[in-house]
């Protein structure tokens, strides 16, 4: 119970500092913080739509947040989940519209395996460019993303674009693909919110991750790889093997957006959809320490900002949605820099540093 | 393949490449003393900002009329650098992870433009548009000297003064430097500072020389580029320099030709293609299959001084 509460305290110091300083800010351009801090996090509690599209935001956030996560339990700095998510949902629909007429039972299995296999595959590559060439792989998956975007924004616009279409985005996928929104169970729950069984999967994958790194030997060389690589590689563990397993998995997760984002949400590729969850996810991870219960918790603070943030564009005067994006860079700053609270404290014994980029 | 060797795109290769060359060379000051610099894209976007902000106030405010696009680039090299300095201070003397660090800045600053200016000039992410006549010079020839004599400044400093030589120490072995009495930290933090400062230009020019407005997210990942250029350039500045004018040709061919290239056989080449290239190459050459790239030996590692 004590080491809980610790483990929740520094994560709490964080997320509030960000809010002081966001404060500051809102200060300083005119406006009242708490009126747009209530704006912010107010309008998620609400039923339907407030918890609804809470959850809904959640979903990617999860996935990333996991994907991130299991590259920085190897060691590994996975800022490629971007362009992961966006090949996978790109294949996800490609698959969705070439078997367009076939039953739910044949092209619901082959989606899933089509978002899991092609995010896992192409997170692959930089895991094979560092075990096979040392290079690094934030450098890689930083240049893989931007490769990613271009590569189905070819495919979407000059293959799968509806001729006439002025949108970026393909053609809609077959309805067999489609997945249940949550509506379609739970008594009073409108089904035009978008929340679909891709939350639960989300939520089963946090605890597939758990028992994947904690409870299997596959798991623990990862961890063992991450946190004394050459501990481990003398203790008889194949640290290039490592590195690319935990790359593909952290990729599959990845891709398990393109589930929640094509078969359930839009129903087709649309270009771009991508509201920065890659990126966000590496916040998500960090905030939630590394650990599923963590990402679950980390990415219901970001939903709420995300939602929120809508809110705070349309009734507050001189404060924008970006103070979503705002808060989330100090908090990561925060997060990152742990030892500044140390510092500011000015006792407690140091914690581990996070090693993702050595 | 002949005709779009013209010479509108030779000027708009170095028009492009500037911003590029600007701040792929601050990174290489902030990554030969040992610090990663993922975050020059956010550093770009402060002073892209900040350029314009600052160069319409300037004007419209101050009414310094032809003066105020260098009291913005000014203003954008002071952006930077503050940016900077809130990374300097995380990973060097907070020892924060460097990449983390960045990810956050670049994160915080897809925010700030959009919040500040949504609360200065009630837009939804852009600074309002600046007259023609009150922007940094746009003639190729000029810029082009002074890239040429910037590179020739910067290649002295880093190999033939004292201050490169322990700059590139401690980028390489950060004990040795610090037991021949080189202050690692000090020089870690001009290295990021100069970084800033130089990518906070490279954002002005963006802002305030090609075009004449903030717009949001206007570097569209050419912070990441810069660094792709970098890698490709082997952190050397001549020819991280030619790496940036064949990033720059890139982005003027697929600029110029709006859509597809027209091979000599009549097929077309998607701009797609043309985006990659850059990120190809880099991928290539880290991987060592077009000569060697080798980082600086102690990059990404914090120094712990031993006690």
Not at chain 1, 291 to 296: A, D, Y
Not at chain 2, 82 to 97: E, L, M, P, T
Not at chain 2, 206 to 230: D, E, K, P, V, Y
Request: hydrophobic share 50%; charged share 10%.
């Amino acid at each position: 119970m004590k080491k809980i509460a610790r483990e929740l305290l520094f994560p709490l110091i964080a997320v509030i500092a960000a809010f002081v300083v966001g404060g500051i800010l809102i200060l300083l351009v005119g406006d009242n913080p708490i009126t747009a801090y209530r704006l912010l996090l107010g309008s998620a509690l609400s039923w339907p739509d407030g918890i609804g599209y809470t959850l809904f935001h959640a979903t990617p956030l999860i996935f990333t947040g996991l994907a991130v996560l299991v590259g920085f339990r190897c060691g590994l700095f996975n800022i490629g989940v971007e362009g992961q998510l966006y090949i996978a949902a790109f294949a996800t629909a490609w698959v969705g519209i070439t078997l367009a007429n076939r039953s739910s039972w044949i092209l619901i299995p082959l989606c899933f395996a089509a978002a899991i296999l092609s995010g896992a595959l192409w997170a692959a590559i930089p895991g094979v460019l560092k075990a096979r060439f040392g290079s690094h792989e934030v450098i890689n998956t930083i240049m893989l993303n931007f490769i990613a975007v271009s590569l189905v924004s070819y495919f979407t616009q000059y293959h799968y674009k509806v001729p006439g279409d002025p949108i970026l985005q393909t053609a809609t996928i077959g309805p067999g693909a489609h997945i249940a929104r949550l509506g379609k169970f739970v008594p009073g729950f409108p089904e035009r919110i978008p929340l679909n069984l891709a939350f639960l999967l989300a939520l089963l994958c946090c605890l597939l991750v758990y028992l994947f790194l904690w409870r299997t030997k596959w798991g623990y060389e990862i961890r063992a790889t991450g946190s004394n690589p050459s501990a481990a590689e003398y203790g008889g563990i194949s640290i290039r093997k490592q590195i690319v397993l935990a790359m593909a998995v952290s990729g599959a997760l990845a891709g398990m957006v393109g589930i929640n984002e094509v078969l359930g949400y839009r129903y087709r590729y649309y270009d771009g959809f991508s509201d920065n969850y890659g990126f966000t996810g590496i916040a998500v991870a960090l905030l939630g320490r590394n650990h599923p219960v963590g990402v679950i918790l980390a990415a219901l603070l970001f939903a709420v900002l995300q939602h929120g943030g809508i809110y705070v564009d349309g009734f507050s005067e001189n404060v924008t949605k970006d103070i979503v994006q705002v808060l989330q860079g100090i908090i990561i700053l925060f997060v990152a820099a742990e030892s500044f609270f140390k510092w500011l404290v000015g006792r407690g014994r140091p914690l581990p540093r996070l090693r993702a980029s050595e | 393949m002949r005709d779009i060797f013209t010479l509108s795109l030779i000027a708009s290769t170095i028009r492009l490449a500037t911003p590029l060359v600007l701040a792929a060379l601050g990174g290489l000051f902030s990554e030969r003393s040992g610090v990663i610099n993922i975050a020059l894209e956010g550093k770009m976007l402060a002073g892209a900002f900040t350029a314009a902000a600052v160069t319409y106030a300037a004007d419209t405010k101050f009414g310094l009329g032809n003066a105020s696009p260098w009291v913005g680039l000014l203003a954008g090299l002071v952006a930077g650098l503050f940016i900077a300095a809130i990374y300097a201070v995380s990973c060097i003397k907070f020892k924060a992870d460097q990449v983390v660090s960045g990810a956050a800045i670049n994160i915080l600053m897809l925010g700030v433009p959009g919040f500040l200016s949504g609360a200065f000039f009630l837009s939804s992410g852009s600074t309002p548009q600046l007259p023609k006549d009150h922007l940094l010079p746009q003639s190729p020839v000029v810029i082009a000297i002074t890239i040429l004599l910037l590179v020739a400044v910067i290649w002295y400093v880093l190999y033939k003064t004292p201050f490169g030589l322990r700059l590139r120490s401690v980028g390489e072995k950060p004990e040795a430097a610090d037991a021949a009495g080189v202050s690692v930290s000090r020089l870690r933090y001009s290295g990021v500072l100069l970084a800033g400062m130089l990518a906070g230009i490279g954002g002005a020019y963006l802002s305030i020389g090609q075009s004449s407005l903030f717009t949001r997210n206007m570097t569209a990942g050419r912070g990441f580029i810069a660094l792709a250029a970098l890698i490709f350039g082997k952190w050397r500045p001549v020819q991280t320099l030619l790496a940036c004018l064949l990033f720059g040709f890139t982005e003027a061919v697929s600029i110029q030709m709006q859509g597809a290239v027209k091979l000599p056989s009549g097929e077309d080449i998607p701009v797609q293609f043309i985006n990659m290239v850059p990120y190809v190459l880099t991928i290539v050459v880290l991987a060592g299959f077009i000569g060697s790239s080798r980082p600086p030996r102690a990059l990404g590692v914090p120094y712990q001084k031993e006690k």
